[in-house]
Each structure stands twice: as structure tokens, then as C-alpha cells.
């Protein structure tokens, strides 16, 4: 999202008051009629003061998008990371000083050149001192908005058109070799709000259709009742992307948690993410030699596959299943119904 570089009240004003001087002594340079000049070099002061100052606030409103008009996943990213409405408020304060400095500059251009020219230089003061005042009520939306624009400068670039596979399983089950097996390079790794690695997307193309597979560490690898409810938010935002999801088990338990506490993760990743097709990863198979015991964590076998990502065994499989995942056809309506079930 892109937020222009947001200036402090000082700095508005002192540009708008510095180019309001240089025009006012560009008309002192003029001939003009005596009685004329001093309302003419003042009403110009105050006039261009005006206009720099609102073309400042026009040029930041104009530059953020309307957030109603994003895909629903930069949506909740944003409301995740700086507060959706707490942006609206900001960029609203931002549109009440420009209509009132428009006024402003309206009432006191009038105001001067009805008055005598002896009067004019105390008619811009007053008006300079209307203007500062309007500039320093936005104090605390200028200073939200330089926040939004640190917060959402590394926010995630998402191919939309993509095929889209989201990871889920527990710390250390094998999620990012298997990720940079897939996409066969080193993943893109971007910042995502509470994830505790940042967001890793990797990329690959297929039979001239393109694959994205995220895995978000910190996010998909524990029990959904130790989530607040922000980390909660963020999973919505990944449902609004995800068309398939590579559940990994790690078979071995060398990843120190049991057979038992990775299928309850599971239970809960299928309860949220329901409309969207899972596979089912048993990883680190090198390391096993008595498979029996994993029979009662297969609830579908047909899209079961037994895998040693490290040794790269079964990826050729996961990827004939990936050739056959269908892109989600979402609309904003829908996604919007679907987000009332987690908020």
C-alpha cells in the first residue's frame, strides 16, 4: 500500500507559508496602484498559503486507495496492522482541514480586498492564525498515517491470479524445505503481522499455470484456542487467498510434538479453512520403520501422501495433486459473509 511520505504540522505549515511569502513579494515587485498593492501582496500571502497547504492534504488522500475497493486479504492485512477504521479516521480529518482551509481561503481573500490596504497585513495574520490552528487539529492523523505508512511498507505482493497453496502444520515438521522443494528456490520471505518469522511465499510455474505456496510460521503451527483473537484475524485473511492447504505431519515426532496433538491441529485448521481441499503430508518417512501406527491419523487416503522432504521423496506426487487444484472463485460479497463466522 502505498502512503507518500507524510509530513508533521510544522513542516505543512512552514511550506505553505514560505511559498505564500515568495508569491506575496513577487506582487511587491509588481507596479501596481498604491492603494491596491498592500490588499493584493496580502490576499496573494494568504491565497497560495492555502491552496500549497490543501494541495499537500489532496496528494496524501489521493494516494492511499480506497480500502473498500482492496482485495479482501489486504483488507484484513491492514485492519490487522494499523486498524482499518482507525485509517478511515485519519484520512477523514485530513479531508475536514482541506474543506475548511478551503473556506478559509475563500472568507479571507474576500475579507481583504473589501478592507482597506492598511488593514490587509492583520487580516493575514488573523488568517494565518485560523490556518495553524486547522493544520494542528490533524496533529494525531498525520502522525497515525506516517505510523500506517512504516507498518504497511513491507507488506506482502500477492499474485491474485495465482493457484494459491497455504502450509499449515507444527514448528519443525519439515514446512520450509518442503516449500523451497516445491517452488525449487529460496523462498521470497516478507513481513506479516504476528507471524514470528515473517510470511515465506515461494513460486513455481506448471503446465503454464502459476503456482504460490505460503507457509506462514507462527500462524498455522499451534492449537487455534492459544490465538488471540488479532492472530485469528490474520487466518481469515489467509482463507481469502488459500485454494488449497498442504497439511504436514511430521510421522517421526522428532519435531518433539506427538501424532495426537498435530491431528487436533488439524481438526481445527479443517473447522476454519472448510471450504478449502487439504492434502494430507506424512513427512521425515526416512526416519520410520514401523508405519502401522499411523493408520489412525489418516482420515482420507486418497489424498494422503507419505513424503522425506529433506530427501525430496513424494514431491513428484504432491505436485500432480497441486496440477490438479482448481483456483477458488471468490467474490467480495461472499468473503465478507464468510469473515462474520471468525470476528
Known sequence: MMIPTIPTTQELLDKGFSRGKKQADLVRSQKIPKHLKGKRIEERRVVTSCQVIKDKLKSIIDA???IEELHPFYQDYIDITVGVDDMKQALG???WAYGIITQLEKEYGAKIRKNPSEKATAIQKQAYGRIASV?????KDLDFLDFAKQNLRNMPT???DATTIVIAGFPNVGKSTLLRQISGADPQVANYPFTTKGIQIGHTERHWKHIQIIDTPG???RP????NDIEMNAIVALEHLADAILFIFDASETCGFHLDNQYNLLKQIEKIFSEIPIIYLFNKMDLIEDTEYLKEYIDDEENSIFISAIEGEGIEEINKKIDKIKKIERHTE???DDDDEYY
Open 64 to 66: 492511499v486507495p480506497e
Open 93 to 95: 480529518g485530513l479531508n
Open 135 to 139: 493544520v494542528e487539529k490533524i496533529k
Open 158 to 160: 500477492i499474485d491474485f
Open 219 to 221: 500462524l498455522l503451527d
Open 224 to 227: 487455534v484456542l492459544e490465538m
Open 334 to 336: 461472499e468473503a465478507e
